[in-house]
């Protein structure tokens, strides 16, 4: 009874708010009133574009009091309506306003601060591949075609000038919102609908007899008036220069519109992506075609072999649905379309993806056996999460063949700068002033780490380079390639007996192999869980693993058996797994520690050490610091927002770091530890006081992939 009616009196209160707040409006002059209810909807509108509903909610209070207060009080003293009482008054909120709009130009243009300590000063250095730097031109000497369907109103390079034709290809049934006047207006626009799509592309070809490996890229959304597809010539050339056809692929039609405001609540952001990542292999369709055609200027050119898809922002999603859709024979959403695909995409790429845009059945896109690599930057401040981390985590490597995944995030990188038509702003007009640039790598600087990645990965996957592996394991095996930031790298493949990865059951306690036992000692957190993104889920379970001096006072530990995975341990394999700060706190929620105790300032933002012991089954151990691969830094914090204090989005994400040790190292440090019978891994948190991590895809890996490990 208490209950209910504690319920009724709270929607009493609610409702008495509401009319209290209505009988104020009701009381204010018609003209401000007017105002007031014009602009605050707009403005409320636009700030939620830049900042949470927190960030909004105080931005609108700031910008309405400063105005109204300001304006107010100006308009009084100017027509002299204010007596000497009143004018005190007066005078009062007129200080009152100019400190809300001082307030609200301090935080805007407020000098940029380092949000990561712990990085700063950070240069990446390390012994470099003795290999050739994957981001100079190669030898051959490139041409430049391009395709289309010949009658394109606004790109005579896919028209009239065009070198050849291709044919137009129906998407009805996958572009869910060309639809409606809208719909309507966007057909009129492009003189064609969705039953009539073009298939054009920019194409950079070695100057050879070949065949190449093909490599297809497609921008992603951006204004559909301002085209997208010119802005990878310089990933095309240096592809070409080396061997690769690389074609840029013009889905500019399907890209955002004001004009999409005319039906607002029938657009779906991303309802087309599958219909981006359809087009994308009816392209394929094309090129395999004009491959066995005589007439064709590219005839027996192609590699039909070795084929791979780069993508950037809504095509970094579209690249894995495609290769999705690759291994299907239909159309998930309708089963009427009938796929018939099955190329061999040896190498899937995606840049600051988006994911889960399109989720088949409800569910992210999953993949198996895919060559994966994905890139985004720590200040993305269109696609903040990090979205190919979690497609990353879906692609299932079960071993049969010898593909590999591989994830990089680079600290201060931004989204569009990937692309060199977009600029330097994430958001473009009119929010484009809001968003802080300031911190942003340089456009050379970021273009430079797409060009030695996608090269790198290329190369190895479709061209048998596989010296360029250890680059994705490690960043520092290309530092004197690389800009000097931060780079935080993961890496898996299916060459590694997997010890744990959190994804065989509820229970902490069990790891991967059957019957291997996990056990922890005087942790303040242990769990297993699937953890959130800045926006998005990881879509894999992760250890979360504490440790705090003020709860246990001796050394914390945990300890994972090895199983029948110890069969692949010796002096040519590594001990891997990967790490991030977890991002909580490491004192458990029912824990309330004395004053005296209570953590230093600052201390949350130091990075992490402890000791990876191995075991063997007659009790020898050896022990090394992880800080001889590399300390443990806090998560990247990334503010891309100006006034970025109001703003309540979460600022830092789990980003998952490969370590790695030879087992070789450990045999030197005690001899008498014997390799062919190791019984355990063991993390002894005897060098940091205390914080908190997230662990996943604890293994053992040929420290050369593809070759056995020595017994």
């Known amino acids: 009874m208490a209950g209910i009616a504690t319920m009724f009196v709270v929607l009493a209160l609610a409702g008495l708010a509401v009319l209290l707040v209505v009988g104020l409006l009701a009381r204010l002059r018609l003209r401000y009133r007017t105002a007031l209810l014009l602009v605050a909807p707009v403005t409320a509108v636009m700030l939620m574009v830049i900042w949470d509903k927190k960030g909004m909610a105080i931005g609108l209070l700031l910008l309405m009091a400063g105005v109204s207060l300001t304006a107010g009080s100006a308009v009084s003293l100017l027509r002299g309506r204010a007596g000497r009482g009143r004018g005190y008054g007066t005078m009062t909120f007129l200080a009152l306003g100019l400190a809300s709009l001082l307030v609200v130009v301090v935080g805007v243009w ?8 712990a990085l700063a000063g950070y240069r990446l250095a390390g012994p470099t591949l003795d290999l050739p730097d994957p981001s100079k031109p190669g030898p051959c000497k490139v041409r430049y075609l391009t395709y289309g369907s010949g009658a394109d109103r606004y790109r005579p390079e896919f028209a009239g000038k065009a070198s050849f034709r291709s044919h137009a290809v129906d998407g009805s049934k996958l572009d869910a919102d060309w639809t409606g006047l809208g719909g309507a207006l966007r057909t009129a626009y492009w003189g064609f609908g969705p039953k009539a799509f073009p298939v054009q592309g920019r194409v950079w070809a070695p100057d050879g007899a070949g065949p190449f490996p093909l490599v297809l890229i497609v921008h992603g959304n951006h204004e559909m008036e301002k085209f997208s597809d010119p802005g990878y010539r310089y990933l095309g050339e240096l592809l070409a220069s080396q061997g690769f056809i690389a074609v840029s692929v013009d889905e500019n039609f399907l890209n955002s519109s004001l004009a999409d405001y005319i039906n607002p609540l029938k657009i779906r952001a991303g309802a087309e992506n599958d219909a981006r990542a359809w087009l994308l292999l009816e392209h ?27 993508g950037h922002s809504r095509g970094g999603e579209a690249v894995g649905v495609a290769a999705a859709f690759n291994q299907m024979d239909r159309y998930p959403d309708d089963a009427t379309v009938v796929f018939n695909y099955h190329f061999k995409l040896g190498a899937v790429v995606a840049i600051a993806p988006i994911d889960g845009q399109y989720k088949p059945r409800d569910r992210g896109t999953p993949l198996t056996d895919v060559n994966y690599f994905t890139l985004a930057g720590s200040l993305d401040g269109d696609v903040t999460s990090f979205g190919g981390s979690a497609q990353y985590s879906r692609d299932d490597l079960t071993g049969r063949t010898p593909a590999f995944k591989a994830s990089l995030y680079v600290k201060d990188a931004d989204h569009n700068q990937f692309n060199t038509t977009w600029g330097r702003n994430d958001l473009g007009v009119p929010w484009e002033f809001l968003l802080d640039e300031r911190g942003l790598l340089a456009p050379p600087a970021q273009q430079q780490i797409a060009k030695v990645y996608l090269s790198a990965f290329l190369q190895d996957t479709l061209m048998d380079r596989h010296g360029y592996r250890p680059l994705f394991q490690d960043p520092r095996r290309g530092a004197a390639w690389l800009p000097p930031g931060y780079l935080a790298a993961n890496y898996a493949d299916g060459d590694t007996a997997w010890l744990a990865t959190f994804e065989e059951d509820a229970d902490p306690a069990t790891a991967t192999n059957p019957g291997a036992h996990i056990e922890g000692r005087d942790l303040s957190i242990w769990r297993e869980d699937y953890v959130k993104l800045k926006s998005d889920p990881l879509d894999t379970q992760v250890a979360l693993i504490g440790w705090d001096d003020r709860v246990h006072s001796q050394a914390a530990s945990y300890r994972i058996e090895f199983g029948a995975a110890a069969a692949k341990a010796g002096l040519g394999a590594d001990l891997v797994f990967s790490a991030s700060a977890a991002g909580i706190d490491s004192l458990p929620k029912d824990f309330h520690p004395a004053k005296d105790v209570k953590a230093a300032k600052g201390e949350a933002d130091k990075p992490l050490d402890w000791t990876v012991t191995l075991v063997d089954a007659k009790g020898a151990e050896a022990r090394l610091p992880l800080s001889r691969d590399q300390v443990l830094y806090p998560q990247i914090k990334g503010f891309t927002r100006r006034f970025s204090a109001i703003d309540g989005a979460t600022p830092a994400e789990i980003v998952m770091r490969r370590y790695h040790f030879a087992l070789a190292d450990f045999a030197a440090q005690n001899p008498a530890l014997d390799l062919r019978d190791l019984k355990a891994v063991r993390f002894d948190f005897d060098r940091s006081k205390r914080g908190a991590i997230a662990l996943d895809d604890v293994g053992i890996a040929p420290s050369q992939p593809g070759v056995p490990a020595k017994r």
Do not use: T
């Not at 094309?286 to 066995?292: D, E, H, L, T």
């Open 110 to 117: 407020a000098p940029l601060k380092e949000p990561n300590p």
């Open 284 to 310: 394929l369709v094309q090129w395999r075609g004009w491959n066995a055609d005589p007439k064709n200027p590219l005839y027996g050119k192609v590699d039909m072999d070795r084929i791979g898809i780069v």
